[in-house]
């Protein structure tokens, strides 16, 4: 029974919402504020929480601040009234999972509510078994993967940096966290920071902390993620999103072992391991001026490529039964679905833009829509469109040109979502909007996020 924590200072919306989720089958725990929030979740148990923003003692985002320091830290819900939309929006990029408006219907929060606690799940699942190998999560027989996690193991072991360079969801993230499990420093933290959906205002707060009263905000002293990846290693992902200020702090820390928090006056050493990845060409950066070149020089001690799904298509099969095997778990399915041969070949065929995520994302899409146990050819035809069509189909149809304007622009933000695999910050970098701008967007065009 997953256990959810609601932390609202009106007593009204606890009860409604505690009704709600105890009728489902969730056991519930209240805080009146964030305070009585951050005790409740230091003593563990915690699986959710549905969190207010504007509390007494202690705010909304002072709990998001408390959890940060958490590995491990349950999903959080956001509620925020109406007008507080763009605070909503800075609390989602503090950590938040998702977010909703007051009040909130109940079958909207109990939807978000099923897919953070799956988000969760799956974030789990990713921790390999103790005592096996942790290359074996990165799945493949290929020529390519076996090259791959050879590479994995010989560096492993040595304190070198390592830059893991490959295209948005072909499983970065995995290889930095084979790389920290097989190193001297497993037993320390494995840090993660996205670079690329922390704002640039705040980065290095982020990264190398602050003390009480740096900026407005800034309540108490923090950490950054820096110092808490000490012993261990930081996993910085996205590096190329990384503000030009903050890369020659980041420069600094590298060469002399030490950081100093935002408003502080003395620096504090730190001993992390760095590995970094990105999907961007940062020599174009360089030559761009975005991206620092005697920073790169210190990153790249050692380089491993992740290749994408197209240069791997023989682990095709292997990854689309695996995908469609937990998928089946997680939706509960009584009778588990299977892949037809014909099936296997057209997934075989695919140029697979979205590399491993898609996969993955396809798989689960027909779990959930499979009405037999087989899936054949026409079903993965079908849904493969649906992933890819060009936006362009938007112009085929008549009507007014509102509704084709609406239609243009809901299937162009899609695709561009789902080649950036979900990532907010990625897609509104892509369609040149501010985030809040595209979140604002898509709630206009009946696409909210969840």
Known sequence: MARILIADDEANLRNTLSRTLRQEGYAVSEARDGVEAVSLLRRGGIDAVILDLSMP?????????????????????????????DNAVRAVQAGAWDFLEKPPSAEAILLRLRRALESARDRAEREAPVGAPPTEEILGSSPAVRALREAIEKIARHATRVLVLGENGTG?????????????????????????????????????????????????????????????????????????????????????????????????????????????????????GRFRQD???RLEQFIVEVPP??????????????????????CGRAAPVTLGDDALEVLAAQSWPGNVRQLRNLMERLVILAEGEVIDARMVRDHLGRQTASPTGALAG?????????????????????????????????????RSSLYKKMRALGMERG
């Open 57 to 85: 003692r202690l705010d909304g985002f002072g709990v998001l601040d408390a959890l940060a320091e958490e590995e491990g830290a349950p999903p959080v819900i956001v509620l925020t009234a109406h007008a507080g939309l």
């Open 172 to 288: 970065k993230e995995l290889v930095a966290r084979a790389i920290h499990r097989l190193s001297p420093r497993a037993s320390g933290p494995l840090v993660r920071v996205n670079c690329a959906a922390v704002p640039a205002e705040l980065f290095e707060a982020e990264l190398f902390g602050h003390v009480k009263g740096a900026f407005t905000g800034a309540v108490q002293h923090r950490r950054g993620r820096f110092e808490r990846a000490s012993g261990g290693t930081l996993f910085l992902d996205e590096i190329g999103e990384i503000p030009l200020p903050a890369q020659a702090k980041l420069l600094r820390a590298l060469e002399e072992g030490e950081i100093e928090r935002v408003g502080a006056e003395s620096t504090i050493q730190v001993d992390a391991r760095i590995v970094a990845a990105t999907n961007r060409d940062l020599a174009g950066q360089i030559r761009k």
């Open 295 to 297: 920073l790169f020089y």
């Open 309 to 330: 799904l197209r240069a791997r298509r023989e682990d095709i099969p292997l990854l689309a039964r695996h995908f469609l095997e937990r998928a089946c778990r997680e």
């Open 398 to 434: 008549g009507g007014r040109l509102s509704e084709a304007v609406a239609a243009f622009e809901r299937e162009f933000i899609a695709a561009v979502l789902e080649r950036h695999g979900g990532n907010m910050s990625a897609t509104a970098r892509e369609l040149g909007l501010e």
